[in-house]
């Protein structure tokens, strides 16, 4: 089937543009993470969704970053009020229904990102 | 908090053995991960630890040592294609926290 998709897969905007990325999970998969890569740096996890609520919020950096999903499936996350530092590569992974536990895991299949600068 | 280290960049010949060591201290653990990440792509998944030990996978293989903090991905035969970014993640429940990830370079 077909893997985690994004769009747009680019994206240049002005400082002070709000802007909205989109993720597509693979069928199936519940649970939905954000993640934001910048120049040199790790992956940072920005929010996490099972179903349609977000149990963990905690990696959002301000209140201009806001996520959402509807019908357990696209997610959407908008930056608003774009300022330069928020130019990185925004990363969309989704898994089967997240479990705890040391004898079990959940591969994060991840989306091809998208890449955004803000001028 | 969440701490893991790894190697920024390594270079190796084709054909010779690579391997990427990972230190972490986590505030929850239940699992030690790897993914590789081809430039401009997204990461795919390499390997999972959960017990101490070597987890072999073809040409790839991967360590663990809870009591240490300690994993090593070691990349056997390098191929050109290996060059690539590796990232070390530690699973806390439902997520992940990586490392800055390690580029590696196969030169011919």
Redesign the interface.
């Known amino acids: 089937g077909a893997?985690?998709s994004q769009s747009p897969s680019n994206k240049v905007t002005e400082k002070g543009k709000d802007v909205e990325l989109r993720c597509d999970p693979i069928s199936g998969h519940t649970?939905l993470?954000w993640?934001r890569q910048s120049l040199?740096?790790?992956?940072?996890?920005l929010i996490?969704f099972?179903g349609n609520s977000a149990p963990?919020k905690s990696g959002l950096p301000s209140d201009r970053f806001s996520a959402e999903r509807t019908g357990g499936s696209v997610s959407t996350l908008t930056i608003q009020r774009t300022q330069q530092e928020d130019s990185a590569v925004y990363?969309c992974a989704s898994?089967r229904p997240?479990?705890?536990?040391?004898?079990s895991?959940?591969?994060?299949?991840?989306?091809?990102?998208t890449r955004l600068t803000v001028l | 908090g969440q701490n893991i280290d790894q190697p920024t960049e390594m270079t190796a010949t084709e054909g010779a053995i690579v391997q990427i060591n990972c230190t972490y201290q986590t505030s929850g653990f239940n699992g030690l991960f790897w993914y590789q990440q081809h430039a401009g792509e997204a990461p795919t998944f390499l390997s999972y630890n959960v017990l101490d030990g070597l987890e072999e996978k073809g040409r790839f293989s991967s360590f663990l040592s809870r009591s240490k903090g300690y994993s090593y991905l070691l990349l056997k035969e390098l191929q050109m294609k290996d060059s690539a970014s590796y990232l070390c993640a530690v699973g806390n429940d439902y997520k992940l926290s990586f490392g800055a990830g390690t580029t590696v370079t196969v030169r011919a």
């Open positions: 893997g985690v649970a993470y993640y040199g740096q790790g992956l940072e996890f996490y099972q963990d990363l898994s997240g479990t705890s536990g040391s004898s895991y959940n591969e994060q299949f991840f989306g091809p990102g």
